[in-house]
């Protein structure tokens, strides 16, 4: 496309640092860049009309880590690595609402729940809720973190559950209010975020970076920062992100719905809250993990059948009920949990590889890679 030069003059010159993805990692590197020098000018690129991957299309989980979650990292990490990472979660959502405050981004703390099937299930997390509190409590300044909640079950409605733990430190909040808020902040900032402009290319020129667009519009900048976490393949080719989709469902309001809280279920691969009386219900991609590795957002009648069965049997078994929306958002997941902040050349660096907790790292992540970013200027 061919820039006017009022387009060119007004949006494109002189650009010092160019953010890749307005998610809220891009977003929060922008807020760090500009709170530490005004006078850069930064631009957003984003490829959609609204973030694209799942910043604005995940379920609004403030979470730092379910007790089947931080088992199953144990086994595959040190003790030191999976807490550092539990802190990081922790005081990263602590960094969130510093930026945004609680009313903007409708924060409560009415606690994270593990639910299970069996006992078997339960007895391998309950043994080690001594183990987990005393590693936590450090952390978060608040003793017995993690409790048996079984007598919530009954309260809740649900069905064919045997035991649950809760996460009392655990919140939610709504991510379509976290995103406008962060727009609106670094826009009042003087950040440009410009929406549907989709990266195709970046060249590396030594003394400053060529960005090509899908529409072969061609502009250029000091610094480049990629935040797109699940679709980092396209510019980051050897790096060790894949996509992974979530599908999501949400009712229509429902009458007397008994929960409150956020739901882990089936080792955090299902999650379910409650959201201006609605269901929010998503998850399943274990049920078919090639098929949900994908940068595609679509549904699958295999997912999405899962879900629908689920809410009727075990979540709200009580209610009659509709769906009232659906759609599926895209995460960055690899080998390991630890994000990806480095520089890819001189003058590119990437911020990227949330592993489905962008809300509770995300504004350190930013933080972090405007850090380096800064530090190269």
Known sequence: MSLSYWEQTTYFNNIDIAIIGSGIVGLNAALNLKKQNNNLKIVVLERGMLPSGASSKNAGFACFGSPSELLSDLKNSSE??????VEKRWKGLLRLRKNLGDKAIDFHNWGGYEVFETKKQYAACESKIEYLNKHTSSIIGKKNVYQSADEKIKPFGFKNIKHMIVNTAEAQIDTGKMISALISKVRNLGVEVINGFEVKELKDNGKNVTIISADKTIINCSRVVIATNGFAKQLLPSYQVEPARAQ?????????????????????????????????????????????????????????????????????PYAKYSIDMRWSGIMGVGPQKKSIIRATSDNIFCAVRMGGMGVAIGSLVGEEVAEMVSESL
């Open 248 to 316: 999501v469902i949400i009712t229509e309001p429902i009458k007397n719905l008994k929960l409150k809280g956020t739901f882990h279920f089936d080792n955090g691969y299902y999650y379910f809250r409650n959201i201006n009386n609605r269901v929010l219900f998503g998850g399943g991609r274990n049920l078919d993990l090639k098929t949900e590795e994908t940068t595609e957002f679509g549904l699958t009648q295999l997912v999405q059948n899962k879900l629908e069965h689920l809410l009727s049997t075990m979540i709200i």
């Open 80 to 85: 030191n690595e999976t807490f550092s990472l």
